[in-house]
């Protein structure tokens, strides 16, 4: 088996094209084992050079809001009152371990991605 490491785009590219050859391969094949390594290879090359980052918290919560047609009323019996469902959409206030805790078990959000929150937006004072 002459595999290389994935150096360049070059190189991963050409490792991605081998890999969609062999997709059908069968396992505990040598073209099975060629797979697997590939894929090993281009996975780690992808982490380095196309790393994907966590949604923060807000985007989490609305992505799921999407995902299962929930509404601001489902979010209440877990954050609380309907203005604080909104000051937390709005990033005005960031959330509680409560929070986090309950929108991770009721709605299954990343506890990941609850926990990185952008800092609150400042309240404007009236002039």
Same mark, same amino acid.
């Given at each position: 088996? *002459?595999? !290389?490491?994935? !150096?360049? +785009?070059?190189?991963? =590219?050409?490792? /991605? !094209? #081998?890999?969609?050859?062999?997709?059908?391969?069968?396992?505990?094949?040598?073209?099975?084992?060629?797979?697997?390594?590939?894929?090993?290879?281009?996975?780690?090359? #992808? @982490?380095?050079?196309?790393?994907?980052? &966590?949604?923060?918290?807000?985007?989490?919560?609305?992505?799921?809001?999407?995902?299962?047609?929930?509404?601001?009323? *489902?979010? #209440?019996?877990?954050?609380?009152? @309907? %203005?604080?469902?909104? #000051?937390?959409? %709005? @990033?005005?206030?960031? &959330?509680?371990?409560?929070?986090?805790?309950? /929108?991770?078990?009721?709605?299954?959000?990343?506890?990941?991605?609850?926990?990185?929150?952008? =800092?609150? !937006?400042?309240? @404007? +004072?009236?002039?």
């Amino acid at each position: 088996m *002459d595999i !290389k490491p994935i !150096k360049t +785009r070059t190189d991963y =590219r050409a490792a /991605l !094209k #081998e890999i969609e050859t062999l997709m059908s391969a069968a396992p505990d094949t040598p073209e099975g084992d060629r797979l697997d390594v590939l894929v090993t290879l281009a996975e780690a090359y #992808e @982490r380095i050079h196309f790393p994907m980052d &966590l949604p923060d918290a807000v985007d989490a919560i609305r992505f799921r809001m999407e995902q299962q047609g929930l509404t601001v009323e *489902d979010l #209440e019996r877990v954050i609380g009152r @309907r %203005n604080r469902v909104y #000051e937390i959409l %709005n @990033r005005k206030r960031p &959330l509680t371990l409560r929070m986090i805790q309950g /929108l991770h078990a009721t709605f299954g959000i990343p506890a990941e991605s609850l926990l990185k929150q952008r =800092r609150p !937006k400042p309240h @404007r +004072r009236a002039a």
